[in-house]
């Protein structure tokens, strides 16, 4: 039986829930924006500032989620056995690729509250 903690859909799984938390610690600023540009308005979208004082617990959650991607893919070595998809040669480079274009995405999701100000003025 292979071992699973090696396997080459972890990483995955930490980018997948990294951008789910990036999501949610710029629900505050982007949600409303979004809402807004669907057509969808009226005060209730106010009310969606109210996650804002816990946002820095999404970010900090989407740092250690990224962390522990960048932790799986260049720091512990790969055991694999021939016949597993991270047995390939091109699975590592493309989930590096991947790791890096994820990270750029939620870098800008989590950075918008002081750069979203441009849009606004």
Known sequence: M??????????????IAAGLTAIGASVCCIGPLVLLALGIGGAW?????????YRWI????TLGFLGWAFYKLYIVPRRCTPGEA??????LRNQ???????????????????Y???FFE
């Open 2 to 15: 292979a071992d699973t903690s090696t396997t080459s859909g972890r990483p995955l799984i930490t980018l």
């Open 45 to 53: 979208v106010s009310t969606l500032t109210a996650l804002e004082p």
């Open 58 to 61: 999404f970010v900090a959650i």
């Open 86 to 91: 991270c047995a390939v040669p091109g699975v």
């Open 96 to 114: 590096r690729i991947i790791f890096w274009v994820v990270t750029v995405l939620l870098a800008a999701l989590i950075t918008f509250p002081w």
């Open 116 to 118: 979203g100000t441009i």
